[in-house]
């Protein structure tokens, strides 16, 4: 129930391209869902976020497009730059209740642009 | 310069021995978290805490302990009952209620010898 499966594990793109991470959730409460971006050797850095509200939303070159029926919110990362080469992981937590915060993350995407 | 901070960055340690991260916040933050991070895993939440003087068992407790004793504050021991403890260590920290966004510290990777 608290599980949140990512794919692809890993992923290579090229300069110009989209690259696309999706995300499946089980727990309907679940109402919040952030992507990270994370560096070698770094910590986490929020990227992008949504809530179930919203089918769409977008922040520059990166869009989390959130379908509540199918469970199912993905990463797009348009015009992918070498620079976007990072891990990226989702995640996603219910508001309120005795988790203060807790987030359930995913088990992240490896994405590579090559130039 | 704010945020949060972590040390050492870097710490070896031999197997039977306790050995204590360090994560500060200067954000004025009431909750703080630690996770773990193991290749192709993503992070687990190993404790968390709203205030002080009170913490929560995360999804991997067993073999950590944790305080707060202060605000800015949120030591992690890593025990010897700890099987594997070859990991990387992430604290996080989130404003209050009011706000979802967790940020980052940049992480202490432990080596067990």
């Known amino acids: 129930q608290q599980q949140v499966k990512q794919s692809p594990q890993s992923l290579i793109v090229q300069k110009g391209g989209i690259s696309i991470i999706n995300c499946a959730y089980e727990n309907t409460a679940f109402d919040y869902f952030p992507w990270y971006q994370q560096f070698p050797g770094k910590g986490p850095a929020l990227l992008i976020a949504i809530r179930p509200d919203v089918s769409e939303k977008k922040e520059g070159r990166f869009t989390i497009s959130f379908n509540k029926s199918a469970k199912q919110f993905s990463l797009h990362i348009m015009d992918s730059q070498p620079g976007d080469s990072a891990t990226y992981f989702c995640?996603?937590?219910?508001?309120?209740?005795?988790?203060?915060?807790?987030?359930?993350f995913g088990q992240g995407t490896i994405l590579t642009v090559h130039p | 310069d704010g945020g949060i901070t972590q040390s050492p960055k870097y710490l070896f340690r031999k197997e039977g021995q306790n050995v204590t991260l360090s994560c500060e916040q200067n954000?004025?933050?009431?909750?703080m978290y630690w996770y773990r991070q193991d290749p192709g895993q993503g992070l687990r939440l190993i404790y968390y805490?709203?205030?002080?003087?009170?913490?929560q068992k995360g999804d991997i407790a067993e073999g950590y302990s944790v305080s707060r004793e202060k605000k800015e504050s949120f030591p992690l021991t890593v025990t010897s009952a700890q099987k594997n403890p070859t990991a990387f260590y992430l604290c996080?920290?989130?404003?209050?209620?009011?706000?979802?966004?967790?940020?980052f510290g940049p992480g202490t990777r432990l080596t067990v010898l």
């Open positions: 996080a920290s989130r404003a209050d209620r009011s706000t979802d966004t967790q940020y």
């Open positions: 995640a996603a937590h219910k508001l309120g209740g005795t988790s203060y915060g807790k987030l359930t």
């Open positions: 805490s709203q205030i002080v003087n009170d913490f």
């Open positions: 954000l004025n933050h009431d909750a």
